[in-house]
């Protein structure tokens, strides 16, 4: 059973500081991996994808991946309320079909 | 379409009856997915299409859940004789796996059905 662990939080960080995500995964044949996030009562949004080991910026976000440790990480700087939110690690494993495999999230709260 | 599409947006039906649930994915994107939440919870997924195949329809919860996807695009996932336990968000994705950087689902907004 191939899993994609998350610690479910909540993680909670006080306004401009840096959230740190960290997501692990159980197999080391692994693909594409994802970071989507999901407010209350919405659908999960695509924020970040990183394919290749080391970091990946994209504005106030940076990806890490080291599969080596199996370990994947999404870190946001300058953390804002409107990031509060639940962030969902996801994992595309080779071989077979490219079903995505998902974690249970974690629960961000950014105090003001 | 630009997105993906999901109707109804809200569905509240009779214990016993059957619904249908639509989803219209990305044009060009040949992988579909359907996947349900209920409140508080994870995505547990249901099925996944390529072109109009299933591949893997594992996480259909019983034989009461079917699904179909015409024409390499929309997809309709039915549940016959509803249970409140069906009661969930329903959510579509579609992705384009083999192309790196497009292989990340697009959700749609999601189906909320509520079973009475």
């Known amino acids: 059973q191939k899993e994609v662990e998350q610690n479910s939080g909540p993680l909670s960080v006080p306004e401009g500081a840096i959230a740190s995500l960290n997501c692990t995964y159980s197999d080391r044949v692994s693909q594409s991996f994802f970071w989507y996030r999901q407010y209350s009562g919405k659908s999960p949004e695509l924020i970040m994808s990183i394919y290749s080991n080391g970091d990946k910026e994209d504005g106030r976000f940076t990806a890490q991946l080291n599969k080596a440790s199996q370990y994947v990480s999404l870190l946001i700087r300058d953390s804002q309320p409107s990031d509060s939110a639940t962030y969902l690690c996801?994992?595309?494993?080779?071989?077979?079909?490219?079903?995505?495999?998902f974690g249970t999230g974690t629960k961000l709260q950014v105090i003001p | 379409g630009a997105g993906v599409s999901q109707s109804p947006s809200n569905k509240v039906t009779e214990k016993g009856k059957d619904v249908e649930l639509r989803c219209d994915p990305i044009?060009?994107?040949?992988?579909l997915y359907w996947y349900r939440q209920s409140l508080g919870q994870g995505l547990e997924f249901l099925i996944y299409?390529?072109?109009?195949?299933?591949?893997?329809k594992s996480g259909l919860p019983s034989d009461r859940f079917s699904a179909e996807r015409t024409g390499g695009s929309v997809s309709t996932l039915t549940i016959q004789r509803t249970q409140q336990e069906d009661s969930a968000v329903y959510l579509c994705a579609s992705s384009h796996p083999e192309l790196q950087g497009y292989d990340g689902y697009t959700f749609g907004s999601g189906t909320r059905l509520t079973v009475v």
């Open positions: 044009s060009g994107h040949t992988a």
């Open positions: 299409f390529q072109g109009n195949s299933a591949p893997d």
């Open positions: 996801a994992v595309r494993y080779s071989g077979g079909y490219q079903k995505v495999t």
